[in-house]
């Protein structure tokens, strides 16, 4: 019996296929489609609780699929590197409904033994990532590739019927280790910049809806005749650690160019650190990554509170 591949989805390599595409593609090419959804109770591990767990409900409307392996890999930040990838849980297909009550509950002490890393030495930056690998009944396996119109894909993300609520697969999730900030670090701070970039006072905040972001905005300066008021960036507290994801500080040069920050490298300064009891002075290192606006040099700025 000929069955419909509806749509694929292939995020991995950015194709977008149009729906026409989709079903020129589909229909002769891949001999079963499935579908199958992860949702986890949580997407972080928090490292102030005891043995923190995360619960897994799984979802699929189709009856097709013999297994799911569950991969787990583990990035340290500290030697900037990731474990192998080992097997963490392996689901019978048999069990996976889609009324919400397939659900499997794993605790941070299993995945840190399934990587052989001794739980307690965890720290800020270290995240776990999982793969879902999925066995169909007919042998077939997601992710793996596909042949389409002549061309090899990987399908790391597929959506094979669009119906109800359960319309894609699952292929990855990320759980970075994070602690529970106890000292408020907001107010007014004198910041001082080794790079004499930022100066004088600025106002931190708390984001919304991350507790252990915040934010500020101040002067920069890069000399007299270039002085730039409301400049600024959000960080994050991390057990210790200080953390800037990659973002503009709300200048720009031109054609889309921007002034960035990130984290400073491991190897230079690493990222800053701060006192969760203590949040009258810290330290934030950031590297200006984009020299080709502004940057290629790493900074050090610490903040004093008033």
Partial sequence: ????????????????????????????????????????????????????????????????????????ELYQFLNDAKTWRFNLAEIDGATIKNDGTTKITIPLSSFANATGIDPATLGGGDVFTIYNVVELENGNVYPDTLELGGKTYINTENSFYPSGGTTSYTGQLNFPMVCSVSSPFTGTYTVTDDCDLFAGEVVLSTVAGNPVQRAFTGVWTIDPDNVFPGI???????????????????????????????????????????????????????????ADCFGGFDCRLTFTKK
């Avoid at 090419?29 to 591990?45: H, I, K, L």
């Avoid at 928090?46 to 097709?64: C, G, K, Q, R, W």
């Fill in 1 to 72: 019996m000929k069955k419909t591949l509806y749509s694929i989805l292939l995020f991995s390599l950015g194709i977008l296929f149009a729906c026409e595409e989709q079903g020129e593609l589909g229909l002769d090419e891949s001999d079963e489609g499935f579908n199958f959804r992860m949702v986890p109770s949580a997407t972080s591990f928090n490292l102030a609780d005891e043995d923190p767990s995360v619960t897994f409900t799984m979802y699929s409307e189709t009856d097709n699929i013999k297994k799911v392996n569950v991969i787990v």
């Fill in 232 to 290: 600024g960036f959000k960080f994050d507290l991390t057990c210790g650690r200080v953390f800037v994801q990659t973002q503009s500080i709300g200048l720009g040069c031109g054609g889309g160019s921007n002034v960035d920050v990130v984290t400073s490298a491991i190897e230079d300064f690493g990222p800053g650190l701060y006192d969760d009891l203590d949040d009258s002075e810290f330290t934030v290192n950031v590297r200006y990554p984009n």
